[in-house]
């Protein structure tokens, strides 16, 4: 074990770990010390792991990759659903500290590699919340047809579908942004 480097290490605890099959992963940064090939491998296996799985990361990529559910602190000690993710998060950020400069960025078409990299990552990010917020649809519906007799249930599910269906939309322009963007 000495002669590891950190990495490795790390990919030898993760190991371990995963071969008693688990049904709860508590991963605190976990993308730390990997490099590209072993991120990617840990995402695949993260992206179809059937347990529960609560990461605390930096990572975006990885985060958006990986996660059904996102919950944030903004500094003020309270844990907060965000249903659209990292982007809900930035957003209630930069409401609750001082408003951020405008990134020229923002304005005109895209002109650096760098940037067509991170709109074809953003592209990607939000095809997968499109994918999974449309599989959430559908599994929401047959509940709410097993759920005919339940008012109380009813209306639960409504709503979270209403939810859904907003979000979704919202999902939906922004991959047409992004789309826009990269065409620039």
Same mark, same amino acid.
């Given at each position: 074990m000495g002669d590891?480097?950190?990495g490795e290490r790390r990919r030898l605890q993760l190991t371990r770990l995963l071969m008693d099959s688990p049904n709860v992963l508590l991963l605190d940064e976990p993308t730390n010390d990997f490099d590209i090939e072993t991120l990617?491998?840990?995402?695949?296996l993260l992206d179809s792991y059937g347990g529960t799985l609560i990461v605390i990361s930096h990572d975006r990529y990885f985060l958006e990759r990986v996660c059904d559910r996102f919950y944030g602190l903004l500094g003020d000690k309270v844990l907060r659903d965000l249903p659209r993710g990292v982007d809900?998060? +930035? !957003?209630?950020?930069?409401v609750s500290s001082a408003p951020p400069a405008e990134s020229a960025s923002k304005e005109g078409s895209v002109s650096s590699a760098a940037q067509q990299r991170q709109l074809k990552k953003d592209l990607t990010r939000v095809?997968?919340?499109v994918a999974k917020g449309k599989e959430r649809l559908v599994q929401l519906k047959s509940e709410l047809e097993a759920a005919a007799f339940s008012?109380?249930?009813l209306l639960e599910?409504?709503?979270e579908i209403a939810t859904v269906e907003s979000d979704l939309v919202?999902?939906?322009e922004e991959? +047409? !942004?992004i789309t826009l963007a990269l065409e620039n």
């Open positions: 590891l480097s950190g990617t491998e840990l995402e695949d809900q998060y +930035l !957003e209630q950020r930069a095809e997968r919340q008012p109380d249930k599910l409504s709503a919202a999902r939906e991959w +047409l !942004e």
